[in-house]
Each structure stands twice: as structure tokens, then as C-alpha cells.
């Protein structure tokens, strides 16, 4: 598969990790696999009083739309 500019670069799915703070909360998300072909997207989000945690399975970044299941040329 060839990939764009903005798939090539992609922090995203290329990093697997993004970061954010706020005011009211903070938290993290990521670009993962359990086994080959088995991609997810993992969400974690603290505030003052709670934590909330979430898992997507994705086929394709939700950022830049790469297919996660393809090899890179």
C-alpha cells in the first residue's frame, strides 16, 4: 500500500501515543494490537472524580485513515 504525506507522518498511528491536560482533566490515547490484525484504539480520561477508560477495535487510523492491516511500501 502506498501511503500519503499526511499517513506517513501521522503521529497518530505511527507514535501510538497521544497526550492531552486541560483545566478539568487529563488522559491518553493509543494505537494498539492484541495478535496480528486485531487493532484497537485505547482511551483513558481522569478528573477529579472518576476514570473513564474505553477500547475501539479499529481496521484503519482514525486520524489519517491508514489501513492498519496493510504493510507499508
Known sequence: MKLTEKQKNCPYCHVDFEAWTDEYSSGFSYIDSDFP?????????????????????????????????????
Open 37 to 73: 490484525g486485531h487493532w484497537y484504539v485505547e482511551t483513558k480520561i481522569c478528573a477529579k472524580n472518576f476514570v473513564l477508560k474505553t477500547r475501539t477495535t479499529i481496521d484503519c487510523c482514525p486520524k489519517c485513515g491508514r489501513q492498519l492491516n496493510e504493510e507499508e511500501e
